[in-house]
């Protein structure tokens, strides 16, 4: 089967379907613009008491990592400098409140995203060199560029397309599972499954035994094969539980989040055609465009740390066992770091913001996504002439609370 | 004016930040750690935005030593 039989685009369609993916858990029905009311809140004082759906006053609950958590006092930080020390201070701020044991069940609250300190770097460090700068060719031209060009060979002749389910919507995940060597047929399975990860384990479960038998060039195959030095010096390597907790964990924070993320970003440049007519002549101007969109609207505006012991962060204090939710979406635009932070503009001096995170568990993946969203948008640009919004249709808005995003991008071209 | 700097191998996880905002100086090596390829490979205002951007610190600028 080739791979366009596979992408079938009403299996995709069904899959991804926007109304689900746009996680009610997560405040998916938020639909209004919470940046406002973020700006009120970094201006009234950098740390408040309270969670950061609650400040925004989004009216319902919403899940994310560091919530319910119903016994604990809950505060949020805006500002871009409460957040620089709260990420450089993993011990203090914690990933999670209590150590990881690697040799329970697996999943993503048994990964390297719940660790710390020296277990942290021991697990991250197997895996980094899969996810650096230079490897972004290796997932190119082993995944992504098929992905992104049989997706396209499914709309280039219609003249029109609906860009959010039907091309972004795939890529990440097929990205990621082609990296695990999994086929493209089985990868929408595993999509299908993503709720149910005891299904996904069974999947992988061949996979692994097939790569501790015969290692390839894949990911699965650098997790059979990595060692991991234990704290008494003696190296292991990764048990099966291990590897679907990383499998898992790559699953969950890489999908979702470039889907989304590349949404944003297409939204961004179709609502400003003439910027999108500048890119198109001058790719150089592709890679500023998609840092900004991941400082002026990152898909994920919030992540979460565990206070360890007693603290005072920019003049508020924080009793040991409290949350502390890190509003990055509202530090990403403190006037203090950015000028005119709520401008979308792609000829800012290039500066890191917090899009991907900070400190230690800073995004693993960020390289991939990335290549991912510049593979996916160029190819875009150069095979749909005069790409635009729809006129008739329905314009994209973007929405969601933890996971925003857009709703449909509904294009013509040609 | 090229800056100087150094990077702590204890302190890199890998993240590859500084080769994003600096590439023309950084690299990694086979571990994934950070190591300075070319200190002259930037501007020295673009190195200081990689040091910034570091998320552990592993990143120094050094003060220069012959006025260069
Ligand atoms: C544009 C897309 C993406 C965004 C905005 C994003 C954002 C983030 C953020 C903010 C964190 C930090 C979480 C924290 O502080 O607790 C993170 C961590 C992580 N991300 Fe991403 N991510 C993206 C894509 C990806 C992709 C494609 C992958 C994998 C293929 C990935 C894998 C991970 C992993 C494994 C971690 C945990 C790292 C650790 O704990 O050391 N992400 N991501
Ligand atoms: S930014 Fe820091 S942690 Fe990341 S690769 Fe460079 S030196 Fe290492």
């Known amino acids: 089967m080739t791979e366009t039989q596979v992408l079938d685009r009403e299996r995709i369609r069904t899959l991804f379907d926007l109304r689900s993916s746009y996680n009610a858990r997560a405040g998916g029905d938020f639909t209004a613009d919470p940046y406002p009311a973020w700006r009120r809140l970094r201006e009234s004082g950098p740390v408040h008491e309270g969670t950061v759906h609650e400040l925004t006053g989004y009216p319902g609950t919403a899940l994310f990592q560091g919530l319910p958590e119903p016994d604990r006092p809950h505060y949020s930080a805006f500002s871009h400098a ?85 091309f972004c919507a795939a890529i990440p995940v097929l990205t990621i599972t082609g990296g695990f060597g999994i086929p493209v047929g089985q990868a929408l399975d595993m999509r299908e499954a993503l709720n149910r990860p005891m299904e996904i384990v069974e999947m992988l479960r061949p996979v692994v035994a097939a790569r501790r038998e015969a290692p390839q060039d894949d990911l699965i195959s650098v997790l059979v094969e990595a060692e991991l030095k234990d704290e008494d010096g003696t190296t292991h390597r990764l048990s099966d539980a291990e590897i679907y907790s990383f499998a898992l964990l790559l699953l969950f924070a890489g999908s979702g989040t470039t889907w989304k993320q590349m949404g944003i970003t297409l939204t961004a440049l179709l609502q400003r055609p003439e910027l999108l007519a500048q890119i198109k002549d001058d790719r150089s101007k592709l890679r500023p465009a998609i840092e900004e969109a991941l400082r002026w609207m990152p898909t994920d505006p919030m992540f979460s ?102 709703t449909e991008i509904p294009v013509v071209f040609g | 004016m090229a800056a100087r700097v150094a990077v702590d191998r204890a302190l890199c996880l890998g993240s590859g930040m500084c080769l994003v ?38 990143l120094s600028l050094l003060p220069e030593q012959d006025g260069a």
């Open chain 1, 305 to 406: 740390r565990f206070v360890t012991r007693d603290v005072e962060l920019e003049g508020t204090r924080l009793p040991e066992g409290s949350v502390l939710h890190l509003c990055l979406g509202a530090a990403n635009r403190d006037p203090a770091r950015w000028d005119r932070p709520d401008e979308y503009d792609i000829t800012r001096p290039m500066r890191a913001s917090f899009a991907f995170g900070g400190g230690p568990h800073i995004c693993l993946g960020m390289h991939v996504a990335r290549a991912e969203i510049s593979t996916g948008i160029g190819a875009l640009l150069d095979r749909l002439p005069n790409l635009r919004l729809d006129p008739d249709a329905e314009p994209p808005r973007y929405i969601g609370m933890y996971e925003r995003g857009v």
């Open chain 1, 82 to 166: 409460a957040l620089d020390q709260a990420y450089r201070n993993p011990e203090v701020f914690a990933s999670s409140p209590e150590a990881v044991d690697t040799t329970t069940v697996s999943g993503v609250t048994n990964s390297m995203l719940s660790m710390g300190g020296d277990q942290h770097r021991r697990y991250r460090a197997l895996v980094q060199p899969s996810f650096v700068p230079a490897k972004a060719r290796w997932w190119i031209t082993n995944w992504i560029e098929e992905t992104v060009h049989s997706l396209i060979d499914g709309f280039a002749g219609e003249g029109r397309a609906e860009l959010n389910v039907d």
């Open chain 2, 21 to 58: 905002y600096a590439p023309g100086t950084f690299e990694h090596d086979d571990q994934a750690k950070a190591v300075v390829r070319e200190p002259a490979g930037d501007p020295a205002d673009v190195v200081e935005t990689a040091v910034e951007a570091c998320p552990t610190g592993a």
